[in-house]
C-alpha cells in the first residue's frame, strides 16, 4: 500500500467513523429495541443504521472495494481490498449504558489487515493504525498511545471480554495463564484492545472471535508496540481457529505463548 492509498484510505476510514458515530451516539442510554440475531447476540437499530452508512460512504468513495459488515454480509467478495465493518463491537455493553463499546473498522489488502480504526464514540477516544506506522491515538481524556513494554508475566494485567466466551476454547491452556498473571478483568470487547495501546493493559487473550473482531486491531496493537496472534503465536487469519492472543511486548507474548501452548498439548 503506497504512501498516497494509505492517506486515502485513512481519510475514508476516519470519515466513516465520523458518521458512525453521529449515529450511535442519540442512542446511546436511550430505549432502543434489542433484537436477538441467529447466533443469539444482540442488535440494535443503532448497528444497523451504522453499517448502513459507513457503506454508503464506501460506494461512494471506494466502489471498487469490497466489504464485510457483521449486520449485511458481503459485497464484492472478490476484490482486493476488503473492508471489514463492526458498527457496534460490544453491543451487550451499549445497551446496558456502559461506554466499553466502539466501531470497528478494518482494510485488509489480500487478506492482511493493512488499516485498521477502533472508535469510541461516547469518550470520544480513537485509534488508527497502519500497517508500518505508529498507531495515533486521539482522546478528550488524554493519554499516549504505546503499550508497556517492561512487564513480566507475574505482573501482566491480563483481560478478557467474558468467562462464557472461554468455555468455546479449543483448550484449557487460559487458566493457566490466569493463574500466572497479576490479575484478570473481565469485560471491554474492543476497548480493551484500545487499552492495551495505551498501556493500561497487557495482556488479553480470547476466542471465539470473528475476524471483523480482530482485523482492525492488529495494525493498532502492532502500530502501539505490542504483538497479536492465535493463541499458538501464528498470525490470524479469517480461516484461522477464532482465537486471539494480545501482548504489550513480545518479550510477554513469547512467555504467554508458552504457558498457553503447555497447557494445550
Known amino acids: 500500500m503506497s504512501q498516497s492509498e494509505h492517506e486515502v484510505f485513512a481519510e475514508v476510514a476516519t470519515m466513516m467513523a465520523d458518521t458512525a458515530s453521529c449515529v450511535v451516539r442519540p442512542w446511546f442510554r436511550r430505549a432502543v429495541a434489542v433484537e436477538s440475531k441467529t447466533d443469539a447476540s444482540p442488535v440494535t437499530v443503532a448497528d444497523r443504521s451504522a ?75 480513537r485509534w488508527l493504525g497502519v500497517a508500518g506506522q505508529p498507531t495515533r491515538f486521539s482522546s478528550t481524556l488524554g493519554g499516549a498511545v504505546g503499550t508497556r513494554q517492561s512487564v513480566a508475566l507475574g505482573d501482566a494485567e491480563l483481560s478478557c471480554t467474558s468467562p462464557e466466551m472461554l468455555e468455546r476454547a479449543p483448550h484449557d491452556g487460559w487458566q493457566a495463564l490466569k493463574a500466572a498473571a497479576r490479575r484478570m478483568t473481565w469485560g471491554g470487547d474492543c476497548y480493551a484492545y484500545g487499552l492495551l495501546a495505551i498501556g493500561q493493559i497487557d495482556l488479553i487473550a480470547e476466542c471465539d472471535m470473528n475476524p471483523w473482531d480482530w482485523a482492525a486491531l492488529v495494525p493498532i496493537i502492532e502500530g502501539a508496540g505490542g504483538v497479536i496472534s492465535a493463541w499458538d503465536g501464528a498470525s490470524l487469519k479469517v480461516d484461522g481457529d477464532r482465537t486471539v492472543l494480545a501482548a504489550g511486548s513480545p518479550a510477554l507474548h513469547r512467555e504467554a505463548v508458552r504457558v498457553l501452548s503447555a497447557k494445550g498439548r
Do not use: C, S
Open 51 to 125: 453499517e448502513r452508512v459507513m457503506r454508503a460512504i464506501l460506494a461512494e468513495r471506494l466502489p471498487d472495494h469490497g466489504i464485510f459488515g457483521e449486520e449485511f454480509g458481503p459485497e464484492n467478495p472478490g476484490a482486493r481490498y476488503q473492508w471489514l465493518l463492526d458498527p457496534i463491537d460490544g453491543t451487550r455493553a451499549f445497551v446496558t449504558g456502559r461506554p466499553l463499546f466502539g466501531t470497528l473498522i478494518a482494510l485488509l489488502k489480500d487478506g492482511r489487515p493493512v488499516l485498521g480504526l477502533l472508535d469510541q464514540p461516547v469518550l470520544g477516544e
